[in-house]
Each structure stands twice: as C-alpha cells, then as structure tokens.
Nanobody
C-alpha cells in the first residue's frame, strides 16, 4: 500500500525559501512516478513538478521553473521540493502524489495516491 506524508510547510516572506519533504512508502522507484501538486483557494489543483526514475529527469510547471527544485533520496524513500524566490501566488496546499507509470505526468488524473498536504503561505 502506497503511503505519502508531506511536511515542511509554513509561513514565509516573499523572496524566501522553504523545503518540503515527502516520505514515500510502498512504491518501487522504477515503476512509479512522483509528483508535487498544489491547490490554492478557489483554484484547481495544478502540477508543480514530476520525477520519473525511468526517464531519469524532473519536470516543472512553467510558473515554478527556475525557482523550485525537486530531488529524491531513494535510500530513505524521500522526495523533496526546494522552493526559492517564493511569491504570494505560490500560496497553496502542496501535495505529494504517486502514480504507477513510468513516464511523467503533470495531470492530477494520472495519480492514484496522495498525501494529506502541507500548507505554504507566502506573505509579508
């Protein structure tokens, strides 16, 4: 059974940084992709980043490219999202998700397993 637990959210000033963590269990890295998503109040959930072990690369949404970096620690089944140069529009609940596929997808419909989410608020 896949379980995902996010942590690391909080309140940060514009221009600041946060690092989100996702503890993933029950997945095999070469048959699953891991994604980060976010959902702001009144908006649809959107893809932030995705990692595919089979492809050997990360993907990023246009709104976070060059500011956010996704990384993984296979040995400890951890996935991270380093968020720099944060903006108020980055305020959202951030979710870690896993999908039993080998190619990345930034669409929510591809993912079966979701964490509970962690709140990120960017405000002065």
């Amino acid at each position: 059974q896949v379980q995902l637990v996010e942590s690391g959210g909080g309140l940060v000033q514009p221009g600041g940084s946060l690092r989100l963590s996702c503890a993933a269990s029950g997945i095999t890295w070469d048959t699953y992709v891991i994604g980060w998503f976010r959902q702001a109040p009144g908006k649809e959930r959107e893809g932030v980043s995705c990692f595919s072990s089979r492809e050997g690369r990360m993907y990023y949404g246009d709104s976070v490219k060059d500011r956010f970096t996704m990384s993984r620690d296979n040995a400890n089944d951890m996935v991270y999202l380093q968020m720099n140069s944060l903006k108020p529009e980055d305020t959202a609940v951030y979710y870690c998700a896993a999908a039993p596929r080998v190619l990345c997808s930034m669409g929510t419909g591809s993912y079966r397993s979701w964490g509970q989410g962690t709140q990120v608020t960017v405000s002065s």
